[in-house]
């Protein structure tokens, strides 16, 4: 356990998590810069949107090998700036964050019709032979009905999750001022993701950490 906890902590990971937070607030503080030296809030979100999604298409284009969490957010930011580039209204480019969640939540429910849910493919990297949690997991993924069911229903949780986020982002965008939206948004992404965590990690602790592999078994 608390070699699992230092692999967890280790200066990688703490760098790791630093850069997600810098790309998740960098966007939000340049929107604000900007629109405090005058500039135009259409003109702003453009710009903010071509900004964060430029060191996405170089690590794509560079082919750099990614983890499949950078590798989603870097396809996120280039999918801002093309619906960013789609014409319309500023509400309509306030609530592209809409867009792309509702997208991200069909991405989760179609990976149920895939080989492995997204919750199962984002989680083993972290979790397999840590924290509690068996190793072997497409060991206990063939043989083990109770496993397979935990991840597909986990991975519902967070389409689930993802489009009510979406509709709540429509609303902001066409009811709340805009300057406001951005960094509404940006807080409702932290809320909907720490919410989410919580609530499937509290859904896998059914599963406790000592009886799991034995229970597992039974379902087998």
Known sequence: MAESLR?????????????????????VAAYYALR????DVYLTLLIVAAASAFPAIVSLVR????????????L???????????????????????????????WFLASLRGARPLTYAFSRPL???????????????????????????STVMWA???????????????????DDVPGLATGLYVVTVVVLNV????????YPARERAARFRVGR
């Open 76 to 106: 996120m930011s280039v999918g801002s700036l093309l619906v960013a580039l789609m014409p319309g209204s500023t509400e309509l480019l306030l609530a592209k964050g809409a867009i792309l969640t509702a997208a991200t939540a069909g």
């Open 160 to 178: 689930v999750g993802l489009l009510i986020d979406a509709g709540a982002r429509v609303v902001m965008a066409y009811t709340l001022p805009h």
């Open 7 to 27: 692999r967890i902590l280790s200066r990688r990971n703490i760098v790791k998590a630093l850069r997600l937070l810098v790309v998740l607030l960098l966007p």
């Open 36 to 39: 405090a030296i005058g500039t």
């Open 199 to 206: 609530v499937t990690n509290a859904y896998y602790v059914l």
């Open 63 to 74: 082919r750099r090998p990614v983890g499949r969490i950078a590798l989603f957010y870097s």
């Open 127 to 153: 979790l397999e032979g840590r924290l509690g949690w068996p190793g072997g997991w497409e060991d206990w993924w063939r043989d083990s009905q109770r496993f397979r069911r935990m991840w597909r229903a």
